[in-house]
Antibody, heavy 120, light 108 residues
């Protein structure tokens, strides 16, 4: 059974940093691109970043470019999101998402999400 | 900000057919396939339709998708109370993924 378990969320002040993790199991993690998607309270979904299966290619939304870094450790079956220079508008539930095979963005499995709150 | 536009809300009575539109452009829907997600209250999104009109296993055939030009649609026929949720379209746009603005479906 595919499982994605996010962790690392919490409360942080503006300008601070957090690192999110997503532990994957139930599939061959190293053969799938992976992504992070977030959802601000009461708002819609926002794709923020994706990484190729071997970590060699990454893509990010303009809203987080230069502040957030996606990475992965295939030996640990874990996806990461390093978030720096956090702003109030980064407050959201952060989901990691796995795509269907042979795709980047058809997300057939999602984690339960981890809440990040940025506030002074 | 999203580049795929959806109506904020839609509604129907049980058994009715509800349609949700998703309007994009030549760089996203016009040149790539569309996926749809259902998000029940307090839960993670679920893939409902992929490649414009394909249903993952387990998704009832009451849900159907279509695409024409730079727009796509999701139809729910035989609306049921458990279909009350938020629905999002999504498409690839120049190596990036974009989601629609979302539509809240209410079952009256």
């Amino acid at each position: 059974e595919v499982q994605l378990l996010e962790s690392g969320g919490g409360f942080v002040q503006p300008g601070g940093s957090l690192r999110l993790s997503c532990a994957a199991s139930g599939f061959t993690f190293s053969t799938y691109a992976m992504s992070w998607v977030r959802q601000a309270p009461g708002k819609g979904l926002e794709w923020i970043s994706s990484i190729s299966d071997n970590g060699g290619s990454t893509y990010s939304a303009d809203s987080v470019k230069g502040r957030f870094t996606i990475s992965r450790d295939n030996s640990k079956n874990t996806l990461y999101l390093q978030m720096n220079s956090l702003r109030a508008e980064d407050t959201a539930v952060y989901y990691c998402a796995k795509p269907m095979s042979s795709s980047w963005y058809r997300f057939d499995y999602w984690g339960q999400g981890t809440l990040v709150t940025v506030s002074s | 900000q999203s580049v795929l536009t959806q109506p904020p809300s839609a509604s129907g009575t049980p058994g009715q057919r509800v349609t949700i539109s998703c309007s994009g452009s030549s760089s996203n829907i016009g040149s790539n396939t569309v996926n749809w997600y259902q998000q029940l209250p307090g839960t993670a999104p679920k893939l409902l339709i992929y490649k414009n009109n394909q249903r993952p296993s387990g998704v009832p055939d009451r849900f159907s998708g279509s695409k024409s030009g730079t727009s796509a649609s999701l139809a729910i026929s035989g609306l049921q109370s458990e279909d009350e949720a938020d629905y999002y379209c999504a498409a690839w746009d120049d190596n990036l993924n974009v989601f629609g603005t979302g539509t809240k479906v209410t079952v009256l």
